[in-house]
């Protein structure tokens, strides 16, 4: 998928919701305005460091998601999985004005394409979601908790919530992992053979 179509995918995706689509709407046309949302990369060098890799993953994610739970769950609501899973990683694109990557203009062949900006302060990416989710978006208690631990058992505060996972908090998770490994990254799938001898 190259940047146009992941732009227009996204705008696809925001105009399928349903009862928040008003919320979601306006969500998209501030930060669109105020951030770097649109072309901000995923991350400062192994994840989608590039112009626009925060929006194709994003894009990516929710599409996956909303596939899981047709799968698994599909009582979640779609509205919940697009939110969710559109919006998981926004705080990637920083504060208003204050973006979280930099392009790093240094000479040194070696260094990142990215850097971390220095002048906003230090949040984990997950709780800056949140925060910018919940100013627009009245956000139901499992889409809080999907949003605020994506990242699952990887990182310790995902500890907090062990064993109580809400179906949509395992659901973003896997898509998440799903697409940013296997997908982006393009780990193998492989399968070893065994023999029983
Ligand atoms: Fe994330
Ligand atoms: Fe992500």
Redesign the pocket.
């Known amino acids: 998928m190259d940047y146009k179509s992941s732009v227009e995918e996204y705008q696809k995706l925001l105009n399928s919701t349903s009862n928040r689509k008003k919320e979601c709407l306006s969500f998209a046309h501030f930060l669109e305005e105020h951030t770097n949302w649109l072309t901000a990369p995923a991350s400062t060098r192994f994840h989608l460091p590039q112009k626009g890799g925060l929006l194709f993953h994003s894009v990516g994610v929710c599409k996956n998601l909303l596939r899981l739970k047709e799968l698994l769950a599909p009582t979640i609501p779609d509205d919940s999985c697009i939110i969710s899973g559109l919006f998981?990683?926004v705080g990637k694109a920083g504060l208003p004005h204050k973006p979280l990557y930099h392009e790093n203009t240094s000479e040194n062949t070696r260094s990142f394409p990215f850097k971390v900006n220095k002048e906003l302060s230090s949040t984990a990416?997950?709780m800056r979601s949140a925060y910018l989710l919940a100013r627009y978006l009245p956000l139901a208690p499992e889409e809080l908790q999907a949003v605020l631990y994506?990242?699952g058992q990887y990182i310790p505060e995902g500890e907090f919530i062990a064993h109580q996972e809400e179906a949509l908090t395992l659901l973003l998770h896997w898509a998440?992992y799903w697409t940013a490994h296997i997908e982006e990254e393009g780990h193998p799938i492989r399968i070893s053979s065994y023999s029983e001898s």
């Open positions: 998981h990683d990416v997950a994506h990242d998440d």
